[in-house]
């Protein structure tokens, strides 16, 4: 089935130590995104790519990193430099419009983590 | 910069009543809105999306409207049921902001048997 798969499903971190959550999309989408949820708030955009080996900030980029070698994988990074990471990570991909796509944003089901 | 305000962000309804969810934005060049649900610990589910050229979208019981001169948008549950108590949640993608969306905070539903 074609989908966006994020793993692990929780994480748990030391202070101090760099984690990583995996994302890997077969929706042949070229357009990728990492947002972050807090509790009662709505989600706010960490990183977004628009093609390989490209990406763009958004409006939470300070303590993340990401790179984009593969169109189906767009991995996050948690950096220990990242002072509050303990939230509820999703990724997702977006049709794209300018081939006859809708535009439409498909989510994964979330990676929770959990700073100790 | 693009403003996405649902309200309200919590609404509780008896079973068989209608939902009406609010969703308003501020910047109307927009190139579609789309709706999603989310339940507690998941991912979020795409219910529907409008283009901007649309003026409604409808699914099964569902059903949202789109009124770009206003910036509203409005979605539509018919006869609710307890299944569909989650969270509820509007995303704008503005023309010009580069493939970025902007989320609103959502409204919270709960249908009581």
């Known amino acids: 089935d074609g989908g966006i798969t994020q793993s692990p499903k929780y994480l748990f971190r030391k202070e101090g130590q760099n984690v990583t959550l995996s994302c890997e999309q077969n929706?042949?989408?070229?357009?990728m995104y990492w947002y972050r949820q807090d509790p009662g708030q709505g989600l706010r955009l960490i990183y977004y790519s628009q093609i390989v080996n490209d990406f763009q900030k958004g409006d939470i980029a300070e303590g993340y990193s990401v790179s984009r070698e593969k169109n189906q994988s767009f991995p996050l990074t948690v950096t220990k430099a990242q002072k509050n990471p303990t939230a509820f990570y999703l990724c997702?991909?977006?049709?794209?419009?300018?081939?006859?796509?809708?535009?439409?944003?498909?989510f994964g089901e979330g990676s929770r983590l959990t700073v100790l | 910069k693009q403003e996405v305000t649902q309200i309200p962000a919590a609404l509780s309804v008896p079973e068989g009543e209608n939902l009406v969810l609010n969703c308003s934005f501020t910047?109307?060049?927009?190139?579609?809105l789309q709706w999603f649900r989310q339940d507690p610990g998941k991912g979020l589910t795409s219910l529907l999306l409008i283009q901007s050229s649309q003026r409604e979208q409808t699914s099964g019981r569902l059903n949202a409207s789109l009124d770009k001169s206003s910036g509203r948008s409005t979605l539509y549950i018919a006869a609710s049921q307890p299944g569909d108590s989650a969270t509820y949640l509007c995303a704008v993608l503005t023309t010009d902001s580069w493939g970025k969306l902007q989320f609103g905070a959502g409204t919270q539903v709960v249908v009581t048997p």
């Open positions: 997702a991909s977006k049709e794209p419009p300018r081939q006859g796509g809708t535009g439409e944003l498909f």
């Open positions: 910047d109307s060049a927009i190139y579609n």
């Open positions: 929706l042949n989408h070229d357009a």
